[in-house]
């Protein structure tokens, strides 16, 4: 089946780290999408890792891939107010072009 | 800005209605897809077209309809509105048909759609 699981709500202090987790199902995605979405806004791409990596970095962002467990997490370094949102994890089944998302965990950054 | 743009931005409406979503891909993406999001449902897909033909649906009810045009715009019809049809309803396009890092989706800034 294809499901993608989030938890729904992480704090955290500025200059801290954020991980953020998310489960997903289907095991034939080849790439597992980041996306933001800041409030009353669209949906932002961050990054992406590919079902062959176990780890991605760009910047302040590291994603972890552990395909066994079919686990996914973002990590991001020096958290800033600005990163306040919810983040969304997404899978693209295999020879698919829709991605299903997880329900979102929305990051609070207090300062 | 993603370069995908979606008009109106909201819309307010009366149960029973029948309206029409607008959606522009980005320059030279011939895949166009629309997602709801709701409160209870979350983001979920609806349906893709690729270069005039639709190719995947998703959890799209009979009453919405979506077409792509020759000049790849796209439109969501959603007709007999009821008052869970409430959403934010977004418009994504990629360049190619079936997913990937190449063809990464790219969202518009949603139309927020109110049913009174």
């Known amino acids: 089946g294809e499901d993608v699981e989030q938890s729904l709500f992480l704090s955290v202090r500025e200059g801290d780290s954020s991980v953020i987790n998310c489960t997903y199902t289907?095991?034939?995605?080849?790439?597992l999408y980041w996306y933001k979405q800041e409030p009353g806004a669209g949906l932002q791409l961050l990054t992406y890792?590919?079902?062959?990596?176990d780890m991605k970095q760009d910047q302040r962002l590291t994603v972890l891939l552990n395909k066994k467990d079919k686990h996914l997490s973002l990590r991001i370094a020096d958290t800033q107010t600005g990163d306040s949102a919810i983040y969304f994890c997404?899978?693209?089944?295999?020879?698919?072009?829709?991605?299903?998302f997880g329900q979102g965990t929305t990051l609070q950054v207090k300062p | 800005d993603s370069g995908v743009t979606q008009t109106p931005k909201h819309l307010i409406t009366a149960t029973g209605q029948r309206v029409t979503l607008r959606c522009s891909p980005r320059?030279?993406?011939?895949?166009v897809y629309w997602y709801q999001q709701s409160l209870d449902q979350g983001l979920q897909f609806l349906i893709q077209y690729y270069n005039g033909e639709e190719r995947a649906k998703g959890n799209i009810l009979e009453r919405f309809s979506a077409q792509q045009f020759p000049d790849l715009h796209s439109e969501l019809n959603l007709s007999s509105l009821e008052l869970g049809d409430s959403a934010l309803y977004f418009c994504?396009?990629?360049?190619?048909?079936?997913?990937?890092?190449?063809?990464?989706?790219?969202f518009g800034p949603g139309t927020r759609l109110l049913v009174l």
């Open positions: 289907d095991s034939s995605s080849t790439y």
């Open positions: 997404a899978e693209s089944p295999l020879n698919t072009g829709k991605l299903i």
């Open positions: 890792i590919f079902s062959n990596m």
């Open positions: 320059s030279g993406d011939l895949s």
């Open positions: 994504a396009s990629s360049v190619g048909e079936s997913g990937g890092a190449e063809e990464t989706q790219y």
